[in-house]
């Protein structure tokens, strides 16, 4: 199974970006599917997480902002950005807990990273 994300790019303070993150590969289920962002010489930290029944449960520091959502048909997950800020800026990354089959436990795979500056 592999991840791909994709979005990234150079937007101005107050403006919006869309991530997408598609798995491919053999896949029975995915459990859930979370954003991670990983600020300049700083941890990665969760951002945003969306689960196989469509919850969904965000870091403080983008409630409001960000939404999550999926597209069960494409297997892939999606992160609207809002009024982004520039301590927006981070590698931004998409972690999957993906089945493989019905008898497999879920195992996490990373996708690679995508760039998102938000300049002031």
């Known amino acids: 199974v592999q991840l791909q994300a994709s979005g990234g790019g150079l937007v101005q303070a107050g403006g919006s970006l869309r991530l997408s993150c598609a798995a491919s590969g053999t896949i029975f289920s995915i459990n859930a599917m979370t954003w991670y962002r990983q600020p300049p010489g700083k941890r990665r930290e969760p951002v945003a997480t969306?689960?196989?029944?469509?919850?969904?449960n965000y870091a403080d520091a983008v409630k409001g902002r960000f939404t999550i959502s999926k597209d069960n048909a494409k297997n892939t997950v999606y992160l609207r950005m809002n009024s982004l800020k520039p301590e927006d800026t981070a590698v931004y990354y998409c972690?999957?807990?993906?089945?493989?089959?019905?008898?497999?436990?879920?195992?996490?795979?990373w996708g690679q990273g995508t760039l998102v500056t938000v300049s002031s």
């Open positions: 969306i689960t196989s029944d469509g919850s969904t």
């Open positions: 972690l999957g807990e993906i089945r493989v089959s019905a008898t497999d436990p879920p195992y996490n795979t």
